[in-house]
């Protein structure tokens, strides 16, 4: 059975594929992103409230490699297989080497509906795994010239609206513990499913305007866009493994390695590579591997943890 919120992604996009006049304003998108980057971060903070922060740092280590590596396969493939210049291949390449806030939070809920728990850290590695990507592609677009403007690209790496409220909200929900997240539980812990939806709806009306520029690029990007996320996604269950994860805990850190971003880095992308185009990346990711993710891709990745360490939670 399909999960309720992916049928609010089907709405959306049936919607956006028959041009129909629905449309949601741009400030209810931007206010249920902020909700639901709280509500991640929130639960994270409640869940490290519990547990020593120190075994956390090898940890970190672990998904900032993961992420810098995702970027190296993803630009290899596509300047050799895809013909992509250096510059788009890198702009793409760092897409795919970052994380999707609205597949982690897919995710999350495809867990929480099934009963299955989940380590508390994930929260931090879908803030930090934005990073590394982001500097990896540069890096492999432009070199380590003087002219690239790296104060620039590391505030709006580091300081960015997604990484302040994720990080923001594990703090608030770290120093508060449990008890004192009563008052805003209601918000930000019960209505998360029905903010998701909501936010789904919304995706699905931003995918279906990607369609005209896959149509443009063919079979190669739609390949990509599949493929990438399998291969990541076994990557990241080797890190979870190595780092002693439960199914549910190596489900989504799979989830997080699969996914890739459209929010963080084609704002990072429009200052260090303005020359890429974006409408390539955004094809792949909004068009393909976000829908395949949140429709078959997060059941085959439990699927696989399970087989490969056992049980279901």
Request: aromatic share 8%; with cysteine.
């Amino acid at each position: 059975m399909i999960d309720i919120v992916v049928l609010f992604f089907l709405l959306g996009l049936l919607a956006g594929l028959v041009r129909s006049e629905l449309k949601l304003p741009p400030a209810l998108y931007d206010s249920l992103s902020m909700v639901l980057l709280l509500a991640i971060g929130l639960k994270g903070g409640e869940g490290l409230a519990q547990q020593s922060l120190l075994p956390l740092l090898p940890q970190l280590g672990i998904v900032v490699l993961l992420g810098a590596v995702q970027t190296l396969i993803a630009f290899v493939v596509l300047l050799s297989l895809g013909r992509f210049d250096r510059v788009n291949a890198a702009a793409i390449a760092a897409h795919y080497g970052s994380v999707s806030v609205a597949t982690f939070a897919v995710g999350v809920n495809w867990l929480n509906a099934r009963g299955i728990s989940f380590e508390p850290q994930l929260p931090i590695f879908l803030a930090v795994m934005e990073v590394p990507a982001i500097l990896v592609g540069i890096m492999l677009a432009r070199g380590l010239g003087r002219g690239t403007n790296w104060q620039l690209i590391a505030r709006e790496s580091f300081l960015g609206k997604g990484v302040v409220l994720l990080l923001g909200g594990m703090a608030i929900g770290w120093i508060a513990g449990p008890e004192n997240l009563t008052p805003i539980r209601p918000l930000f812990f019960d209505l998360f499913k029905g903010v998701l939806a909501i936010f789904l709806l919304e995706m699905g009306l931003i995918v279906a305007r990607q369609t005209s520029e896959l149509r443009r690029r063919g079979l190669f990007v739609i390949a990509f866009g599949v493929i990438m996320p399998g291969v990541f996604a076994v990557l990241g269950i080797g890190c979870g493994i190595a780092m002693g994860f439960s199914v549910g805990g190596l489900t989504l850190l799979a989830t997080l390695a699969a996914s890739a971003s459209y929010i963080a880095v084609p704002a990072t992308m429009r200052l260090a590579l303005p020359e890429a185009n974006p409408g390539l990346s955004l094809a792949a990711v909004l068009g393909v591997t976000f829908p395949f993710n949140i429709l078959i891709g997060i059941p085959i990745y439990h699927w696989l943890a399970s087989m490969l360490v056992g049980g279901n939670s």
